[in-house]
């Protein structure tokens, strides 16, 4: 149990496109999700935290408007990278918080902004 | 400021023997410690975790240790296996039920037959 998943699992796209990230918690409810990104050989990054029915909270440094996250439903979140540019490209996973506070991880999505 | 930190970014260890891997943490607003194991291109995957008034979890060939005057844990393997090859990352939950949790860089593990 406890499984999340992310859909895509990799995705290019052209600079100043914008890209979707869907991010499911499969087989529980999580009211919160949380958005972390890796850089290449670097720790995972806390970008938001995504609370369903309500506005995410955005870490220092993290541009609200040109990274869109809603959590419209209880196993559902979205991180949406606007006006994607190379610099954007990373590793973007999500995780869910689950029963007992646990924290489930998503598989993650490669982001290739060309 | 990197509030959790990992300052091996690699390690290597002969099947069999210990891996020992060391975590420092900066802030004391921390309620629980915790350890992942992470291949590329995956989610990390949860291993075990500590709670800050504890300062020992085993569980199996695991066991995390807490110094919290010292702000340090550490994670022991042992024996190490080669399936245990894989980063892992230390991480510390930010206290308030906000789940919340700070990455430290990883150590890669090693272990050769």
């Known amino acids: 149990g406890a499984v999340v998943s992310q859909h895509p699992s990799r995705v290019i796209c052209k600079s100043g496109t914008s890209v979707k990230i869907e991010c499911r918690s499969l087989?529980?409810?999580?009211?919160?999700m949380f958005w972390y990104r890796q850089f290449p050989k670097q720790s995972l990054m806390l970008m938001a935290t995504?609370?369903?029915?309500?506005?995410?909270?955005?870490e220092q440094g993290v541009e609200k408007d040109k990274f869109l996250i809603n959590h419209a439903s209880l196993t559902l979140s979205t991180l949406t990278v606007t006006s994607a540019h190379p610099e954007d490209s990373s590793f973007y996973i999500c995780?869910?918080?689950?029963?007992?506070?646990?924290?489930?991880f998503g598989p993650g999505t490669r982001l290739t902004v060309t | 400021d990197q509030q959790v930190k990992q300052n091996s970014p690699s390690l290597s260890v002969q099947e069999g023997r210990i891996s020992i891997l060391n975590c420092d943490y900066t802030?004391?607003?921390?309620?629980?410690f915790l350890w992942y194991k992470k291949y590329p291109a995956e989610g990390p995957t949860f291993l075990i975790s500590?709670?800050?008034?504890?300062d020992k979890n085993e569980d199996g060939r695991f066991t995390v240790f807490l110094n919290k005057s010292a702000k340090h844990l550490s994670l022991h393997i042992v024996p190490s296996q080669p399936g245990d090859s894989a980063v892992y990352f230390c991480?510390?939950?930010?206290?308030?039920?906000?789940?919340?949790?700070?990455f430290g860089q990883g150590t890669t593990l090693q272990v050769k037959p």
């Open positions: 995780s869910a918080r689950g029963a007992g506070n646990r924290l489930h």
């Open positions: 087989d529980f409810q999580a009211t919160t």
């Open positions: 995504s609370n369903e029915g309500s506005k995410a909270t955005y």
């Open positions: 802030n004391s607003m921390f309620d629980y």
């Open positions: 500590i709670s800050s008034i504890k």
């Open positions: 991480a510390a939950r930010v206290s308030g039920n906000t789940g919340k949790l700070i």
